[in-house]
């Protein structure tokens, strides 16, 4: 499969979910005109229609990019989730097909890290079962089951940058934290890191998880753990929601082993707003239900935008695939004026760069510039070369066995 040269009038963004607008301005500001935005979450059949010719696609977290949806993109060329997950996406069929896939990893870790420290006040104070004892018209006034965050001991699984930020606001409320991670992570303030999952859920009045989805961490928290943490302790989960067994939770909830908890992310979650939302957890009044709305800010939402559309656009307008999550790395300058850049990606074997470098000699083309990365069984080449025309060579390299795209930027 190949992508020749393409004007930016010509260049096909798609943008769904309800992506924050500004991205859709960043893409025009920049010349890009055939930008077509979506509110919704295509499913199946409405999906393969809309993308079926686009260059760019942008989705947040519920569209699918299964193997089945990108065979239906011809000429799809990069692939943005404005988001930090990136588990929607088909990432090796991705890379085998030459799309890398960025993503906001970074954006929205002070919206979250936000909502996880209120409600962690909300769940010690005892907010949410009062709060629906007064809808209902009852007067609970009391201070039972109700506590001050000082001095109590938050445990966080997943030491990351949502992670180790909450850490540092719950500190200045006066908690003591500990948290558990896989790989060694350099505490920040007093932090203190604990050596397993085991060790860290005895010690804790509040447990957050903030790990990605993985075989690792699915079903990580199931009855078994859930019995290590203190009696009336509490439980949030913003991160993902296959990490928590929610039958085993009911169970703890009901047994008032756990008090209360706060459950962003679910096993299952409605396609769209129009769509219902199923729950054992909705018949305890003591757990804080959010629709997956930890990282859903304005401020979030227009970072993460500002975030993905620029890796995009630097992409499409120069190569550079920085901080790519599926594709190897590279970081281009600027292409000069009087420079043709072409891109080769292709199977990463031996022989390849030589086999390159002997269509560039055979055409006769000065190469003002190479770059050159890897990543697995995929391989990168940049050529800035100085040449009238690219028709020749890109002939020559769509003809080497192991190409899986060709580019080309004048």
């Known amino acids: 499969m190949s992508k020749l040269s393409l004007s930016k009038e010509k260049i096909k963004v798609v943008l769904l979910e309800g992506i924050h607008p500004e991205a859709e301005q960043l893409f025009r500001r920049d010349g890009y005109h055939q930008i077509i935005t979506i509110d919704s979450t295509p499913q199946d059949d409405e999906l393969h229609e809309i993308i079926r010719d686009a260059h760019i696609v942008g989705i947040r977290s519920r569209t699918q990019l299964s193997d089945v949806n990108l065979d239906a993109c011809d000429k799809l060329m990069a692939v943005g989730t404005f988001c ?3 588990n929607q996406v088909d990432l090796d069929t991705c890379k085998a097909r030459g799309i ?98 085991d060790e860290l ?55 008032g082993h756990i008090a209360g908890a ?53 992409y499409s307008n120069n190569g550079s695939t920085s901080s790519a999550v599926n594709f190897p790395e590279v970081s281009l ?5 009087d420079l043709t850049r072409v891109m080769h990606i292709h199977d990463n074997k031996p022989g390849m760069l030589k086999k390159i470098n002997q269509a560039f000699s055979r055409e006769n083309m000065n190469v003002a510039a190479m770059y050159l990365q890897t990543a697995g069984d995929v391989g990168y080449v940049i050529m800035d070369v100085q040449c009238d025309s690219s028709d020749a060579i890109v002939h020559q390299l769509k003809d080497i066995s192991g190409t899986i795209r060709v580019r080309v930027l004048h």
């Open 84 to 86: 930090i997950g990136t």
């Open 100 to 197: 890398p896939v960025f993503n906001a990893p970074f954006s929205n870790t002070r919206s979250v890290a936000e909502l996880v420290l209120g409600e962690i006040i909300l769940l010690l104070r005892g907010i949410p079962e009062k709060n629906a004892a007064a809808h209902r018209g009852e007067w609970q006034k009391s201070a039972h089951r109700s506590h001050e965050t000082r001095g109590k001991t938050l445990g966080i699984v997943g030491y990351g940058h949502i992670g180790s930020q909450l850490g540092v606001l719950a500190e200045a409320l006066g908690m003591h934290v500990l948290f558990y991670d896989i790989e060694n992570k350099l505490p920040l303030g007093n932090c203190h890191a604990v050596a397993s999952l």
């Open 201 to 255: 859920l005895p010690q804790v009045d509040v447990l957050s998880l903030h790990v990605p989805a993985t075989d690792l961490t699915e079903n990580m928290i199931t009855a078994k753990q859930l019995a290590l943490l203190p009696v009336g302790a509490h439980l949030i989960n913003a991160a993902r929601g296959n990490i928590v067994v929610i039958d085993d939770l009911v169970k703890a909830l009901h047994s």
């Open 262 to 314: 706060a459950i962003d992310v679910f096993p299952e979650e409605p396609a769209s707003n129009a769509d219902i939302f199923e729950s054992p957890l909705t018949d305890f009044n003591q757990v804080i239900l959010t629709p997956h709305i930890g990282g859903s800010t304005q401020e979030a939402q227009r970072n993460i935008a500002n975030e993905v559309a620029d890796k995009l656009i630097k």
């Open 333 to 337: 300058p600027t292409l000069h004026p």
